[in-house]
C-alpha cells in the first residue's frame, strides 16, 4: 500500500500487513498498544485477540520512533464491514492533528483496499464529537467493552 512514504512534515507512514511487519515492529506496536489501553487507561484487557494476523498495521514513525498505530481489520472479522481498531497516539503527541491524519489515512486505505460500502469502528465514549467530525456515525451505545464506555461508529463510503 503505502510502505515507506515520508511525509513533508518529516512524519514516516507505514502500512504493512501482519507476515510484513519485522518482529521489532511488532513488538514496538505492541508496547505503545499496552503503554496506552492498559497501563495509562488502567484497563487490564485481553490486546492479543487473533485480529492481528487479518489485519493492515498503519504506523506513523516520527525521529524513528512510533508517534502513533491503527489497525485496519478485514471484513467479515468484527464486523460485515472493514473496521478500524487499536487507534492509539503517544501521549505526548495528542492534540497536534496526528490522530486526525492518522485516522483519515486509514479510512482512505480501507476504502481503496476493501472498496465497501461502509467502515466501522467501537470507539471510546470521551471521543464520539472527535469520530462524528470525521463523518462517522454512532448507531449503537454507549456499551461497555473493557469496562470503557464505547460506541459503535459507522462512516458510509458509498
Known amino acids: 500500500m503505502i510502505q515507506g ?22 513488538y514496538e506496536l505492541l508496547a505503545l498498544r499496552a503503554e496506552i489501553f492498559v497501563v ?10 487473533y485480529k492481528d494476523q ?12 512510533l508517534a502513533g498505530y491503527l489497525r485496519l481489520i478485514a471484513p467479515g472479522v468484527s464486523y460485515e464491514t472493514p473496521a478500524i481498531g487499536r487507534f492509539v497516539v503517544r501521549q505526548d503527541l495528542r ?23 461502509a467502515i466501522t469502528l467501537s470507539g471510546q465514549a470521551y471521543l464520539l464529537e472527535f469520530y462524528k467530525s470525521e463523518g462517522f456515525v454512532p448507531v449503537e451505545g454507549p456499551y461497555l ?14
Open 54 to 65: 487479518v489485519s493492515c498495521h498503519i504506523r506513523c514513525l516520527r525521529d524513528g520512533r
Open 145 to 158: 467493552e473493557d469496562g470503557i464506555p464505547h460506541y459503535k461508529m459507522v462512516l458510509k463510503t458509498k
Open 95 to 117: 492534540r497536534a492533528g496526528l490522530g486526525r491524519e492518522l485516522l483519515r489515512l486509514g479510512v482512505r486505505l480501507c476504502r481503496e483496499k476493501w472498496e465497501a460500502p
Open 40 to 49: 495509562e487507561q488502567d484497563c487490564p484487557y485481553q490486546d492479543l485477540d
Open 5 to 26: 512514504m515520508l511525509e513533508k512534515s518529516g512524519t514516516l507512514w507505514q502500512c504493512k500487513d501482519f507476515e510484513e511487519l519485522t518482529v521489532p515492529e511488532l
